[in-house]
Each structure stands twice: as C-alpha cells, then as structure tokens.
C-alpha cells in the first residue's frame, strides 16, 4: 500500500504528513483528537540522518504538543549497512531515537505502531518496536531475515528450516508468526481507522508482549524466565 | 627466576570467559548466580534444530557486590554463539532489569559481547532486544545507574550495540568494538569495496575503542586488564546520572547533529581524528594507553 493510500485510510477527516527523503512527519485528525504522526517510507534504510530527522519529531512532539498520541508507520528494510555509518556510530543514533521515544512514553504520549510495508531488524527496533502498541497490516513484511539467508548463515539445510516453521514461529518471517510470538499486538485486516481509534483509547501498563507471546504458544519460555528473573530467582 | 611476589598479574577481559570476567570485577567472593548453570534453561529452539545449548544459555545473571555496594550483573559468553540473544538469554537479561527496580542496586553492570539477534531464532530475539531496550530504559528512569563494559572477542554488535548506547556510561578496553553491522554483515551484503573485514587496522580504526572513546560514545577507555575495568566502574559509580530528561536528550541530539554535520564526509577515522585536532593522527593506533589518553585530553577529548 502506498503511504498516500494509507494515510486516506487511516485518517478520513484528514491529515498533513509529509515525506522527506523517506521520513514521515506531521499530525493527523481523529475522532478522538489530534495524533502525532511519523515513520519511513519507500523501504527506507534507516541511516544516521533518518534516525536524527526521526528523532528531532519526537522532541518537537514532547515540547510542542505535550500529551499528544503518536503513531509510528513502518516501511524500513532495516539499518543502513554502511562503514560510514558505522564511522560516525550508527548504533548511538538509533539509540537516540529509542530514547527520545522513551521520554515521550515518560511523559505521558501513547505510542503506536503500524507495520504497513517492511519492517525488518535494526530498522524496525529503532523506532516501531519501541510502541506501547505494535500492530500490522495482513500483507506487512516482518522479518529479521529471510529462510534462504538463514539457511545460508546457520549452516542449516533449507529444508529443515521451512519444515521447523510450520510448527515455530522463530524462524520464518511475517506478520502471524511476529503476532503469536507476541511481537505484534494485532492485525488490522479491516476499517483500519476504527481500529487506531480503539488503540489510542486503550491503555497499556508495561510491556506485554512476552505475555502475548505466552498466550499465543508462540514464547513459550520468555515470560516465565524474565519473571522468575524479576522475582530473585527463586521458583515459587 | 626472579621474585615475582608483589608483582600485579593481569587478567585479560578479551581472554576471560564470561564468568570468569566476573570472578575479577567483583569483590571476591560476592558473586552469586541467578538461574546458574544447574536450573538447565536452555534454548528450545536450538533443541528444535540440533543445535548445541548451553545450560545458561550464553548469559550468566546475578548479584554482587562492587567495593562493598550491591549490584546487579549480567554477563554474556562470546564462546557461546558469539554472544548472541535469543529467547532464554534475552529473557534472562530482561528480568534482571526489572528486578532491579524491586531492589534498586547501587548499579546494573552489563559486560557485553555478542553479535545481536541469535539468527537461529531470529524473530524471538530481535523482540528480545526490543524488550530488554525497554527494560535498561525503564531501569535508568527509575534512577538505576547502568554502566556497559566492552572488550571481548566478539565485540558489541547488531541490537546489543544498540542496548549498549542506551547505558549511562560505557567503559572500553583499545580492544573492544562497538558498532551496529558488523564488518563482515556489510562487507557479505554491500561488497568488499563498501567494507573489507580482512583488513583489521580498518576495522579497529571504524568500530575500535579509541575511535569510540574520541567520538564521546565511550567514557572511559582503559587496559585489557579486569583490574582496570573495576577501577573504572568504581569511578563510574561516583559519577552523576544522566537521566532520561528533555534536557540531557537534547544536549545529545545536539552532540550528534554537530557530529553529523563536522565529521559526515570523512571517509576514514583518520580524517575525524585530524579534524578534532590529534596531532598525529596515524599514529594513533599505535599509542599506549596512557600515551593515547594524554593526546586525547591534549585536543579536549576526554570521553564525556
């Protein structure tokens, strides 16, 4: 889905987003009230110039429109592999972003994400997976790396992985197996703008997705071990 | 043979096994492990591929004491998958931070060494990542100090690079790495013309620890010496908090934008190094520890 078509859905009473250079920034009208809005676009590589323009968002939203919801949209085929990111350190500025965004879930922003196109590895983590509330669209790419790559990495026999992950969300990308692994919240088949009105009316405490992921038979052990972990390590 | 008594005998961070690095740090006998080796969690999926585990699942947990202070310690294997997070060893990590917010301890010391996500389980890891990123950040809002040590063989990579610039303050051996792609990830992706992993003295200068401590990414850069790096974490310890505040986020934006716009077209980490003013900008590489502190501190570098 192109970024116009989505917006048109997202938001029918209206929005003033604009894409620069792959980076979405603006605000938007719901029936709920007004929502901060930004993401990448075109499969954007995420470098250290779009995780500064991202991040400048975010600050602008906590001085200027303190409260307001935001919505982060996903289109971003991961880090930018790059030596010359890697020279000025990358990792520092994506690492800006997650804080910034941090600081905005601190003082009270509820933070969503949709995943609409790519949304893959360093990229995604940087700003879409930072959400109190991470949700997909059906046809949304959601990956770490494809099997083929995988296969190739792990040393394992491609057909061995394909036959795993029928049975484990682990390894295969895409959105059902993010969803029962509990690392997307939902997703949003239909009336998509209903259904962002619903996200920003809820509230969430915490991160849950561990809990979803329980649920679902997706994680099947990280709840239990970071709980037990939390409790002092003793098995009650 | 001479009289050795009296003389100090280092040990190694590279060459020190997890564990091992937390026996040195700690005070002596403080350690104490939470889910050890005997509670056998390991890596279902692993199990699910034949794959080897490892009973602890390549992070070793626990609490300790620093110059008589509480605090809590994680501590990742490179010797096990290079350090890498999956499901179990990211869950590990994640409830230790929230553990110390029940407990509030004096300070988290996270010791580093992986490549990121556990490709053999790779979406359960990247979301791992993203939950212990929430968890540190949650950790330091709670007025927890989290302070990052770098020096092992496999560096600090992908995610993990990511988790370790959300720490307050990192301490850094010449011999660390700190970055997001590996060499090897870009250069088996873009071309050995982007990135020639081969060639270590390029490797260094981009991801090394004196590059990263020049830049202000690392605030202490010390010896391969476990000593060294408890003398820094007790300094560490009586350093003020950043915090996660409107302020401090915007001085760092501030930092990194002036980064971008004074060092954005160099090709080479020389070329920064000249820019900031090190008078001999080659040799940098090749200067001792004390040596290479002093010409930092000459040009105003003094990691902070």
Redesign the interface.
């Known amino acids: 889905m192109t970024v116009e078509a989505l917006l048109n859905q997202l938001f029918p009473s209206g929005h003033a987003v604009q894409t620069r250079e792959g980076v979405l920034t603006g605000s938007a009208t719901t029936p709920k009230g007004a929502i901060a809005v930004m993401g990448t676009g075109s499969h954007l590589a995420v470098g250290?110039?779009a995780a500064?323009a991202l991040?400048?968002f975010v600050?602008k939203v906590?001085?200027e429109w303190p409260g307001r919801p935001l919505l982060m949209l996903v289109d971003t085929q991961g880090?930018r592999?790059?030596?010359?990111?890697?020279?000025?350190?990358?990792?520092?500025?994506?690492?800006?972003l997650?804080?910034?965004l941090?600081?905005a879930r601190?003082?009270g922003h509820r933070l969503l994400s949709l995943a609409y196109g790519e949304a893959v590895?360093?990229g995604?983590?940087?700003f879409g997976?930072?959400a109190d509330e991470i949700h997909a669209l059906p046809d949304a790419k959601v990956?770490?790396?494809n099997l083929t790559a995988?296969a190739r990495?792990?040393k394992?026999p491609l057909e061995?992985?394909e036959e795993?992950s029928a049975t484990?969300?682990?390894?295969?990308?895409g959105v059902e197996?993010?969803f029962k692994?509990?690392?997307v919240r939902s997703v949003w088949s239909d009336n998509i703008s209903e259904q962002l009105e619903e996200a920003i009316a809820r509230q969430t405490v915490g991160?849950q997705?561990?809990k979803d992921?329980l649920e679902r038979h997706g994680?099947?052990?990280?709840?239990?071990?970071?709980?037990?972990?939390?409790?002092?390590?003793t098995r009650t | 043979m001479s009289d050795l008594s009296g003389v100090h005998r280092s040990h190694s961070y590279y060459e020190a096994s997890a564990r091992g690095r937390l026996t040195h740090l700690l005070d002596a006998g403080s350690f104490r492990e939470?889910?050890g080796p005997t509670e056998r969690?390991t890596s279902?999926?692993l199990e699910?591929?034949g794959?080897p585990c490892a009973f602890d699942d390549g992070i070793v947990?626990?609490r300790g004491r620093l110059d008589g202070r509480p605090v809590l310690v994680a501590s990742q294997e490179g010797g096990f998958m290079g350090g890498a997070v999956g499901?179990?060893h990211?869950?590990?990590l994640?409830?230790?931070l929230?553990?110390a917010v029940?407990?509030h301890p004096a300070a988290i010391l996270l010791l580093l060494e992986s490549g990121g996500?556990r490709?053999?389980?790779?979406?359960?890891?990247?979301?791992?990542?993203?939950?212990i990123?929430?968890?540190l950040?949650a950790a330091r809002?709670a007025g927890i100090p989290v302070i990052g040590l770098i020096g092992g063989i496999y560096g600090c990579f992908?995610?993990m690079?990511?988790?370790?610039?959300?720490c307050d303050r990192l301490i850094i051996n010449e011999e660390g790495r700190?970055?997001?792609?590996g060499?090897d990830?870009?250069e088996t992706?873009?071309g050995v013309e982007?990135?020639d992993a081969s060639d270590r003295a390029l490797v260094w200068r981009?991801?090394g620890g004196k590059?990263?401590f020049l830049?202000g990414?690392v605030q202490q850069l010390v010896a391969d010496d476990l000593a060294a790096f408890r003398t820094a974490v007790v300094e560490a310890l009586g350093q003020p908090l950043q915090g996660?505040?409107?302020e401090s986020?915007?001085r760092?934006?501030q930092g990194?934008?002036d980064?971008?716009a004074n060092?954005?077209d160099?090709?080479?980490?020389t070329e920064?190094w000249a820019a900031l003013g090190l008078e001999n900008p080659l040799q940098v590489p090749l200067l001792d520890i004390p040596t290479f502190l002093q010409v930092a501190s000459q040009a105003g570098r003094e990691g902070a």
Request: net charge negative.
């Open positions: 250290v110039e500064m991040a400048d600050l906590v001085k880090q592999l790059s030596r010359r990111d890697e020279l000025l350190g990358i990792n520092g500025y994506l690492a800006h997650v804080k910034c941090e600081l601190l003082r590895s360093g995604f983590l940087s997976l930072m990956r770490v790396m995988m990495i792990t394992l061995m992985l795993m484990s969300p682990s390894f295969a990308p197996n993010f692994l509990g690392g991160d997705r561990r992921g994680r099947k052990l990280a709840h239990e071990v970071s709980q037990l972990v939390a409790a002092g390590g | 939470l889910l969690l279902p999926h699910l591929l794959q947990i626990g499901e179990v990211g869950a590990k994640t409830g230790l929230e553990l029940h407990e996500v490709l053999h389980e790779a979406n359960a890891g990247l979301i791992a990542i993203s939950e990123i929430r968890a950040l809002a992908g995610g690079g990511i988790v370790a610039r959300c700190l970055g997001l792609s060499p990830v870009i992706t873009m982007e990135f981009t991801v590059h990263r830049l990414e996660l505040t409107l986020l915007e760092e934006h990194l934008a980064r971008l060092y954005g160099c090709l080479d980490a920064i």
